[in-house]
T-cell receptor, first 112, second 113 residues
C-alpha cells in the first residue's frame, strides 16, 4: 500500500529542546516536501527536496533544517524550537512528471 | 501581493443539493490548479487537477472549472452527501519545480442530512 508515514504524530516539548520529525515514503517518489498548517494561513511549504542530497527552502524555512540522505526519508529538524513553531506539520511526496501530492497523516507539535 | 482566497470559511448545504466552492487568486499565473479534501486530523487528499488550457474537468460527482481571465476556479459537488463533509483546499500549481504548490486556507463544507 502506497504510504507516507510521519513520526511522532503528536509531540509536546519545551523551548530550545532539539527535536526531529521523521517522514518516510514507500512510493519511490523523487520529490518530498514539508508543510506547516496554521489556522487562517493555510498550508505553507517549509523545505522541499527534488532528490537525494538536493534540498531547498520553501516559503517559511526559518528555524528548520532538513536532510535527504536516502530517497525514502526526509526528516524535519528543529534545532531550537520556539513557541511560534507550534503547528500541524505535513510531509508530502510526488513523482517526477506528475502533480498529485501524497500527504502524510500529520504531526501536531506544541512548543511550550 | 499574491493572494489565494476561498469563498467562505464554512459552507452548510442540504443533502442532495449541489455545493459550489470558490477559489480566487491574484498575482499568480498558475499552470494548473488542484483541489484537495482534508478531513479533521488527517492530511489532504488529492481530488482533481485542471490545466490552464482546460475549462472544465469532471470526476464522478465532482466538477471543476478554471477561468484564467477571472483568476477563479469553481469546485462543484453534485448530489451532496453527509460523507462529503470536509474541508476543501485549492492549490495553485506553478509548475516551476518542487516549490510549486500554493494553498488557499480552505472551505469547511457541512452537508446536513
Amino acid at each position: 500500500e502506497a504510504q507516507v508515514t510521519q513520526n511522532p504524530r503528536y509531540l509536546i516539548t519545551v523551548t530550545g529542546k532539539k527535536l526531529t520529525v521523521t517522514c518516510s515514503q514507500n512510493m519511490n517518489h523523487e520529490y518530498m516536501s514539508w508543510y506547516r498548517q496554521d489556522p487562517g494561513l493555510g498550508l505553507r511549504q517549509i523545505y522541499y527536496s527534488m532528490n537525494v542530497e538536493v534540498t531547498d527552502k520553501g516559503d517559511v524555512p526559518e528555524g528548520y533544517k532538513v536532510s535527504r540522505k536516502e530517497k525514502r526519508n526526509f526528516p524535519l529538524i528543529l534545532e531550537s524550537p520556539s513557541p511560534n513553531q507550534t503547528s500541524l506539520y505535513f510531509c508530502a511526496t510526488y513523482a517526477s512528471g506528475h502533480n498529485e501530492q501524497f500527504f502524510g497523516p500529520g504531526t501536531r507539535l506544541t512548543v511550550l | 501581493s499574491q493572494k489565494i482566497e476561498q469563498n467562505s470559511e464554512a459552507l452548510n448545504i442540504q443533502e442532495g443539493k449541489t455545493a459550489t466552492l470558490t477559489c480566487n487568486y491574484t498575482n499568480y499565473s498558475p499552470a494548473y490548479l488542484q483541489w484537495y479534501r482534508q478531513d479533521p486530523g488527517r492530511g489532504p487528499v488529492f481530488l482533481l487537477l485542471i490545466r490552464e488550457n482546460e475549462k472544465e474537468k469532471r470526476k464522478e460527482r465532482l466538477k471543476v472549472t478554471f477561468d484564467t481571465t477571472l483568476k477563479q476556479s469553481l469546485f462543484h459537488i453534485t448530489a451532496s452527501q453527509p460523507a462529503d463533509s470536509a474541508t476543501y483546499l485549492c492549490a495553485l500549481d506553478m509548475k516551476t519545480g518542487a516549490n510549486n504548490l500554493f494553498f488557499g486556507t480552505g472551505t469547511r463544507l457541512t452537508v446536513i442530512p
